[in-house]
């Protein structure tokens, strides 16, 4: 009985009190086992009650996790996107092939409904300082100037052990643990998280911690090249639900899932 009453929110002081009736009602000699059980029973009864009457006057009643409250709560989480090009043949090395027009459109929209970016180091050094340097020449083309201002105005976050110092005010280097970090990061306010890369997305989408994935599909196949997961276990077979598609004029198909 004690027990429930601790989980249930019972000060410490009726605890004690509780403990000590309870213990002098099963050591008493001489009092009939009914008698007992009756005295333990009101003895209940009344704990319950006065939880019951603490619960209603506080400001903010304790409330039991149920499963649906659960993912109420991580529904009110920031979600977590990947996005990344891929070839007909799964090939991810963006020195294999070059996205449209088209594409850079799609994830221009994309990166500004989204506050952070999240990468490794190599993935970050591919980005920085090469797209800052396009977004200042303005020989560049319209769509990867409108890119690279938008994914200059974004706050990143790169997790390295290496990287001595960053090459944009807007980074931030993050040395500790990926999983507590993300987790962290989560539970801020802000707009959604968009993480970038292989090494960095692939431990995430281990931890069950990606809720949504947007890939485009060129319409070319390489057969060479690194491959999405590879030589990634994961603990079991994830499972996505396909809420999104586009295909565009150069015949690459933009996908999006999210977790089932």
Known sequence: ?????KSNGLSDADQSDLEAEESDLEKSNGVEQETCGREIGALNSA???????????????QTL???TSARRRDDRMRNVIYAINLTLDGCC???????DEETFSHYISLIRDVDLFVYGRKTYQLMVPYWPDVANNPSESKADIDFARTFVSKKKIVFSRSLASADDGNTRIVRTNLRDEILKLKQEAGKPILVGGVDIPSQLIKLGLVGEFR???????VGEGRRLMEGVSLPQR???????SKTFKSGSVALRYTKQ
């Open 1 to 5: 009985m004690v027990d429930w009453l």
């Open 47 to 61: 704990a319950q009650a006065k939880v019951g009457l603490e619960w209603t006057t506080r400001a903010r009643p």
């Open 65 to 67: 996790v149920t499963g």
């Open 93 to 99: 090395d963006h020195t294999k092939f070059n996205p």
């Open 215 to 221: 890939i485009v599909i060129a319409p070319i196949v």
């Open 238 to 244: 994830l499972r996505l639900k396909l809420v999104e």
